[in-house]
């Protein structure tokens, strides 16, 4: 039966529509999705018109565990495959440094011409997460295809040639088993100084290989090893590679497991492997859609997207800084000081969480770690991150505030409020129970050691770390992690009826926690510590984003926020591209689209490689990802309890849709806006939490399941909708009839990344 309070609803809407002119027939009652997705995203894929050279350049593929890169090995006349396993790492026991219990390298396949290479082309086919090549030699040319089982852990390279190129060959070239931060170390004097005094290496690889198969073993110190097994077969004039890769600790057994995997495959066939590989791929775009009058910024869109589910899965290897795609690198592990949560910040609105278990299960399942992270004297109750660990969440002691310099005692907290960012956009009450709360309860324990009453009543901090830039008192880096912390066990203890102990001191600290030390340029970093040299890391802005603890509904808040950005942008000596995504988001928290796009292009024109890969002193991945989450700030924002459709579109953005991104409280939305202008919004709820909708549709029409109803107006421009689990509401101004399809807007993508000349 219908409720009296939806038949009034339904009654005023009807007085309403009769004035306006529309009748409840006026639009369809569901938005639906009209797209060639092959057509598409063959617009989106990587072409080299020129074959890449480096890291840098490369095309890459991955499976959320192997990886596998393509280019042109420099000064050199082959193709380098490189190889790439996210499992490899050492396990030497006297430390959990970047030395001792790092990722390793593990080596490449060299395709070496019968004639000297003179050109080529590449090709990263996105849809079917392949890559094809065409090299010519001097003497013919050699064509390759190419994937990474999107399931089984298999790389499969086909290739046929012309003319004198049939006696092309392979060559396995294992790489040194080392850090690759002491390998980095050794190729650049500057950083000599951080590499140990002494540095015993691993064994020598073990090689048995015949011309058409072979299997290298890497043992190590420590225990263990890695086994790299392939196998050539022919079929007519296709030749066919085929590799898997196989680490084991401490037993032995690589080589076996390996070849079993490798056996498998053969098994399976080339025809089978290469239609379940598709088929995957062909499941995973279509979780969300999104089009974009910049070409530029769709086609970048979508290659994070190939890349964000070949560097993990839910069940695979978490995304450090560099995924599947290990080289040399001073950052051979996880940093949780930045990079860790940016990667994963683009799973929530674009409704692809199934990747995020692989975050989820580092840090859930392995709390006896973070214990063991801390010092002796302060892990009851508590757990904690140093800037860097292994996979297994290892990391070096966590400082202790006032003593260690540094104390970079954040870290856990901050990725903890990128495990409540997915338990948001999913609302699993029992994930926030069983898992998440009492991660956080460990997390915010540790402050609790330290905080102490001063003589104005308040609590402080004592010396702790700001990342990237140095250590304060009453850091504002640990002031808004400590406040956010305490703010969401109070909330999360309310929601599942907990009637924890620790309830009042939680109540204490936002009661009495000092305000953030702030100056006449903005936000200091800390007690007196102003921001006073360039600061690539905003740190010292957290409050405002992603935490979102002052924010623009509070006028005094928002002119804050605007000085601390500017000032903090004024000293760009120091600036990456993380700097101008951080930027950007920022601005779209307060509503400045165009700001918030200024700021990206600029992450476009100087930072972002041909293959949107990304390098500072080393590569890392999370900079061009967290340029995903900027461009999602600007069309859909849903924090402090409103959902925000299209908060902060730049002008030049004039079309723009989106279908089935998702937002917190586990509403799917789709929207679309046409001329400058909201054409329609449609929420789905999809935990039966409150809704509320903030739009710039100035007279919006609501239609909930094919009938009109009237939310409550709570004031401009925002709306409290009623949605139970599983309901409906379309959102459109009066007096029009939209269409409710989301389909591509047109623009010049035309593939736009690759190596053009």
């Given amino acids: 039966m219908m409720s009296f309070k939806r038949f009034a609803w339904r009654a005023a809407c009807m007085s309403l529509l009769l004035l306006i002119g529309v009748g409840c027939a006026g639009t369809k009652s569901e938005a639906r999705l009209e797209v060639d997705w092959e057509q598409f995203m063959q617009k989106q894929d990587l072409v080299w018109n020129v074959l890449p050279e480096y890291w840098y350049e490369s095309a890459y593929m991955g499976n959320g565990m192997l990886g596998w890169m393509i280019y042109k090995e420099p000064g ?50 996105l849809w079917n997460a392949e890559t094809t090549a065409d090299i010519s030699t001097t003497r013919g040319k050699i064509h390759v295809r190419s994937f990474v089982h999107s399931e089984q852990m298999v790389i499969v390279t086909q290739l046929w040639t012309e003319g004198g190129e049939a006696d092309c060959r392979w060559e396995w070239k294992p790489a040194p088993s080392e850090s690759p931060r002491w390998l980095f170390a050794k190729q650049n004097p500057d950083w000599k100084a951080a590499m140990p005094e002494q540095y015993p290496l691993n064994p020598p690889v073990e090689v048995d290989s015949t011309k058409t198969e072979g299997v290298s073993y890497q043992p190590l110190q420590a225990g263990g090893g890695t086994a790299v097994r392939w196998q050539e077969t022919h079929e007519g004039d296709v030749r066919t590679l085929w590799v898997t890769l196989k680490h084991t600790y401490p037993e032995t057994n690589a080589r076996e497991l390996s070849a079993k995997t490798l056996d498998d495959a053969l098994r399976t066939g080339y025809a089978e492997l290469q239609r379940t590989h598709r088929a995957w791929w062909h499941a995973y775009y279509p979780a969300s859609f999104l089009t974009l009058p910049d070409g530029q910024k769709e086609n970048f869109y979508w290659i994070q997207m190939y890349k964000l ?30 990079n860790v949560q940016l990667s994963y910040w683009p799973l929530n609105a674009s409704n692809r969480l199934s990747l995020a278990g692989s975050l989820e299960h580092t840090l859930y399942d392995h709390l006896d770690q973070l214990r063991l992270n801390l010092k002796e004297p302060y892990r009851e ?13 290892a990391s070096d002691p966590v400082g202790i505030p006032g003593v260690d310099t540094p104390a970079e005692v954040g870290n856990l907290t901050w990725a903890c409020h990128s495990l409540w960012l997915i338990y948001r956009h999913q609302m699993d009450d029992a994930l926030l129970r069983d898992k998440l709360f009492p991660l956080l309860k460990g997390a915010i324990n540790y402050y609790l050691y330290f905080l102490r009453e001063e003589e104005d009543g308040k609590l402080h901090l004592p010396a702790t770390f700001s990342p990237e830039y140095g250590s304060a008192e009453d850091c504002n880096y640990d002031l808004s992690l400590l406040r956010w ?28 926690l000092t305000p953030y030390p702030q100056d006449e340029n903005g936000m ?19 409050m405002a984003y992603p935490l979102y603890l002052i924010n623009k509904e509070d006028a005094d808040e928002a002119a804050l926020i605007e000085k601390s950005l500017n000032y903090w942008q004024s000293k760009a000596g120091a600036h990456q591209g993380y700097s101008l995504t951080g930027a950007s988001s920022i601005s779209s928290a307060l509503g400045k689209g165009n700001d918030a796009l200024s700021y990206l292009n600029g992450l476009f024109g100087r930072f972002l490689s041909v293959n949107t890969l990304y390098r500072e002193s080393g590569p890392v991945i999370e900079t061009p990802l967290s340029g995903v989450q900027s461009i999602h700030d600007m069309l859909l924002q849903s924090w402090g309890g409103k959902i925000r459709v299209f908060p902060a579109v730049p002008d030049a953005w004039q079309d723009v849709a989106y279908y089935d991104f998702r937002a917190e409280g586990a509403f799917s939305i789709s929207a679309s806006r046409q001329g400058g202008k909201t054409a329609f919004i449609e929420i789905k709820s999809l935990a039966g939490e409150p809704c509320v909708l903030e739009t710039d549709i100035v007279r919006p029409v609501f239609e909930r399941q094919g009938e009109m109803i009237q939310p409550i107006r709570l004031g401009e421009g925002v709306w409290q909708i009623e949605l139970e689990k599983g309901e409906s509401c379309v959102v459109y101004p009066a007096g029009t009839k939209p269409d409710m399809v989301v389909r591509p807007v047109e623009n010049q993508t035309n593939n736009w990344f690759g190596k053009k000349q």
């Fill in 76 to 125: 050199q006349n082959y193709l380098r495959f490189e190889t790439g396993d996210c499992n490899v790492h050492d396990h030497r026991p006297e430390k959990n440094d970047l030395f001792h219990k790092c990722r390793l390298l593990t080596g490449h396949f060299a395709l070496h011409p019968c004639g000297e290479i003179t050109g080529g082309q590449m090709r990263l086919d």
């Fill in 309 to 338: 589910a070949s560097a993990t899965r839910g069940d695979r290897a978490l995304m450090d800084c560099t995924g599947p795609w290990l080289t040399v690198t001073p950052w051979p592990n996880a940093w949780w000081n930045l």
């Fill in 381 to 393: 109750g508590a757990y904690g991150l140093a800037r860097s660990t292994n996979f297994e969440g």
């Fill in 485 to 512: 912390g305490c703010q969401t066990l109070i909330e999360s203890a309310k929601r599942l009826q907990i009637d924890d102990p620790l309830i009042p001191k939680w109540q204490n600290v936002l009661d009495n």
């Fill in 524 to 542: 200091c970093i800390g007690r007196n510590v102003p921001y006073a040299f360039s600061h690539r890391h905003y740190s010292h802005l957290l």
